[in-house]
């Protein structure tokens, strides 16, 4: 179904994305330290909160539903529908996001910045459905493609970042580069998807159904790490928060990666084996390729942590053994959690995939405010943690109950290939 030049060019993505996002993160804090670090990751949570409602919830049900699609027509169809819904909800959410941004950075990025970060996320929507359109169609050597254009977006902002151009100067070069190169991406989608034909009006129904999806996700996710950053900013200061920024980012070359490997590769598999005894073959392969790599990778960064900080930023980003442990291990129960995620997506299961948002990075600014006297990095690091092993359990419960409940097995012959 993924053939092994599919895979490869997923890998490459993923590789590619995250090399740009080092390398723009090591001249920032080059530049200019932690602080810089910790307030251009806020502007970019606003990118990510407007971006983010339509890329993990219409644009998901977008790969989910191409790959399921049963004619071209309805390909074309979800296509045409999936880029409205995208950019409507976009759209709605971007009107109040700058304002949300500078409440939670305590004014100390302006509201103008905010706007443009606002405007970036609109923008990269369009890209990101053409992404979404050929993921369900496993289509990921023409993704590799789009991701090399974007990469030269982030090539050029380190670039004015190590000129020594101010954070509005850069944000605003991003805001005009995604206008660009949406536009660019738009001409094309319009003659991919074709005239106005109707296609199958169920598809549309299911599709719709994922906006809740990405309103639960996009939002709450980007909201509690900007939350989060400000939290932590009065609690402890913004150094630190560009620490425990510099450590997440450091997991993320194995979250990222993870999240990438189940998206790019599983999830057009799971979506198109739901309902069939495969669905579980998959996710169990899935489970042990992903997990046992991250494990590994996890625990590679945990014992050379200094050196990888230091070369990732400078020697100014030191933290302790146990912080760092501590994040480590909640980013692999994070990224088992997602497996399980995933699951859900694949099976359409949208109300108990919005009600398990709750329990992940919306916990953990909780627990940061309700733990908050005496706050330390390392209290920060295993709140962390908390919340995420209680994801995890809610993720697994949510994806087997309904299946144990329903009666629904697998054949005999694959008995042992059952997820729980």
Same mark, same amino acid.
């Given at each position: ?32 330290? #932690? ?36 004619? #071209? ?12 819904? +995208? ?21 100390k ?20 459905t ?24 982030l090539l ?7 000129? +020594? ?24 989608? /319009? ?20 906006? #809740? ?22 609690m ?29 590769i ?45 070369t ?21 129960? /994070?990224?088992a ?41 390392e ?17 697994a419960?949510a ?16 008995s ?5």
């Amino acid at each position: 179904m993924t053939s092994s030049q599919s895979v490869l060019a997923a890998l490459c993505i993923i590789l590619i994305d995250l090399s740009g996002r080092a390398g723009l993160d090591k001249v920032l804090a080059l530049s200019g330290g #932690p602080d810089r670090v910790a307030l251009w990751a806020q502007l970019q949570s606003v990118v990510e909160l407007v971006s983010t409602v339509a890329i993990v919830g219409v644009l998901l049900g977008l790969t989910v539903l191409v790959a399921q699609a049963k004619s #071209p027509r309805d390909e074309r169809a979800l296509l045409r529908d999936a880029l409205k819904l +995208g950019l409507l909800t976009s759209l709605t959410v971007g009107l109040a996001a700058p304002w949300l941004g500078t409440w939670l950075t305590q004014e100390k990025i302006s509201l103008g910045l905010f706007v443009l970060a606002a405007l970036a996320g609109f923008f990269a929507v369009v890209p990101a459905t053409l992404n979404a359109y050929w993921l369900g169609k496993h289509l990921q050597q023409r993704m590799l493609g789009l991701a090399l254009l974007a990469s030269v977006i982030l090539l050029l902002i380190a670039a004015g970042a190590w000129l +020594g151009l101010s954070l509005g100067n850069l944000i605003l070069f991003q805001c005009l580069a995604l206008l660009f190169f949406a536009g660019a991406t738009l001409r094309y989608l /319009r003659k991919l998807a074709g005239s106005s034909e109707q296609g199958d009006r169920e598809y549309y129904r299911k599709l719709t159904s994922f906006v #809740p999806v990405g309103l639960a996700i996009g939002i709450m996710s980007p909201v509690s790490l900007l939350l989060v950053r400000g939290l932590l900013s009065g609690m402890l200061s913004w150094n630190d928060v560009g620490l425990m920024q510099a450590l997440w980012r450091s997991a993320e070359w194995v979250t990222a990666t993870a999240a990438g490997v189940m998206s790019l590769i599983f999830l057009p598999r799971l979506s198109a084996s739901h309902g069939s005894a495969q669905f579980n073959r998959e996710l169990v392969r899935a489970g042990v390729i992903v997990l046992a790599a991250a494990a590994i990778l996890l625990l590679g960064i945990y014992f050379n942590q200094s050196a990888m900080l230091a070369t990732l930023y400078d020697t100014r980003f030191a933290v302790s053994d146990e912080a760092a442990a501590l994040i480590m291990l909640g980013s692999w129960v /994070r990224v088992a959690s997602w497996l399980f995620l995933f699951g859900l997506f694949a099976a359409s299961r949208t109300r108990l995939i919005v009600a398990g948002e709750v329990l992940s990075l919306p916990l953990f600014a909780l627990l940061l405010w309700l733990f908050s006297e005496g706050m330390t990095l390392e209290r920060a690091s295993l709140l962390y943690l908390t919340s995420f092993i209680v994801y995890l359990g809610f993720n697994a419960a949510a994806l087997y109950w309904p299946l144990r409940n329903s009666g629904w097995q697998t054949p005999r012959d694959s008995s042992r290939s059952d997820f729980i």
